[in-house]
């Protein structure tokens, strides 16, 4: 099963979105069987992203009998861009590339967040207002049909 984070860049103060994330997480561990492997999808930029990552490895120690991969879905392959991301890297297991070799560089990102999209058989969202990367990724995923679970 594929899974697709995504949420705002910035999360207020105060917030419960980090302990929502987590239980929507150990919820998609809980109904995979033994066996079963899960597929998150992380775009690796902003608060929701990083905590997003620490919630799949912290419900990856707890559910051992679950194959899980946490990739970082990247939109550039360039030097510089890897040396920006290095550290957040060591959240991930590894990254992928979507194929955005002929996609102009201002798209990158939204090209990459529909892709994440569509892989998806469920979406994790963390969508507080209606504007940015993350609303128009649940917009696209509620026309795609997709299942979402909302915090």
């Not at 705002?8 to 033994?34: D, M, N, W, Y």
């Not at 297991?93 to 194929?99: I, R």
């Amino acid at each position: 099963m594929k899974i697709t984070l995504c949420g705002h860049r910035s999360i207020p103060r105060g917030s419960t979105a980090e302990q929502e994330l987590e239980k929507a997480v150990r919820e998609i561990f809980l109904r995979a069987e033994r066996g079963d492997s899960l597929t998150f999808y992380c775009g690796g930029y902003g608060q929701f992203d990083f905590m997003a990552a620490r919630a799949v490895n912290a419900a990856r120690a707890l559910f051992k009998d679950v194959r899980c991969e946490n990739l970082l879905v990247t939109p550039y392959i360039t030097e510089s861009h890897a040396r920006s991301m290095a550290q957040a890297m060591t959240l991930f297991d590894g990254t992928v590339y979507p194929p955005l070799e002929n996609v102009p560089y201002r798209l990158c990102i939204a090209r990459r967040n529909r892709w994440m999209i569509e892989q998806a058989d469920i979406v994790v969202a963390y969508v507080k207002h209606a504007r940015g990367g993350a609303f128009s990724m649940l917009e696209y995923a509620k026309r795609r049909g997709k299942t979402i679970i909302s915090i």
